[in-house]
């Protein structure tokens, strides 16, 4: 064996032990589930004029049993459990920003500050994300980067209007990323390795 074949081969080892330490029961159908639900939720306060906090609180327990749904569902067509160490690593690297979140929800309506919560939202929804990448396919790190740089901006330029900031963010964006965590399993599987790193 030369240099060169030494080399492939440690590459080939390398990404064999990465991806036994990552989670890939991230099922698409979730992000498209998520995205859906808050588009539901956008309509409900734009038609309805819902209350704020019950909405969105309303849309988030949905949106929690979607995901758990679609992941344990594609954990078993996967032939594997739904409560591996991978999945409980993954609860765990998002814990803190999750409760984080909960607490703000509490405190900021109480000083007057609820307007503050979609930008909130966002930027800890993308720094859980960001600590979830470690350990899930790299198009998570693409996701939680750009709900952090959204909640960046929507904190300093623009906390009002609930409905159209968090239909773009969170409606819109779990979409995409539903959408695109789609089309790139798929093109692996057709033979595109351009779309084999968000995998």
């Known amino acids: 064996m ?3 074949e030494a080399e492939e081969t440690l590459s080939v ?8 330490t990552r989670y890939t029961n991230l099922s698409s159908h979730a992000g ?7 588009l539901f939720g956008c309509a409900l ?3 309805l ?4 906090l019950p909405t969105w609180i309303g849309v988030l327990i949905a949106a929690c049993a979607a995901i758990v749904f679609f992941t344990a569902e594609m954990a078993h067509d996967n032939g594997e459990p739904f409560w591996t160490r991978q999945a409980q690593t993954v609860v765990l690297a998002l814990t803190p920003a999750f409760v984080a979140a909960l607490v703000l929800t509490v405190v900021l309506p109480r000083v007057g500050q609820e307007r503050l919560l979609p930008g909130v939202w966002m930027l800890l929804w993308g720094v859980g994300a960001l600590a979830m990448s470690f350990f899930t396919p790299r198009v998570i790190s693409l996701l939680g980067l750009s709900f952090m740089a959204a909640g960046a901006l929507t904190l300093f330029y ?10 773009l963010t969170f409606g819109a964006m779990h979409l995409a990323y539903g959408t695109v965590l789609s089309l790139a399993r798929l093109r692996v599987c057709a033979g595109w390795p351009v779309f084999r790193n968000l995998c």
């Open 49 to 52: 004029n819902t209350p704020f």
């Open 13 to 20: 080892i390398r990404t064999l032990m990465e991806r036994g």
């Open 32 to 38: 498209l589930a998520a995205g859906t639900l808050t």
């Open 2 to 4: 030369n240099g060169r």
């Open 45 to 47: 306060r734009l038609n």
């Open 158 to 167: 623009n906390p009002g209007h609930d409905a159209l900031l968090m239909g």
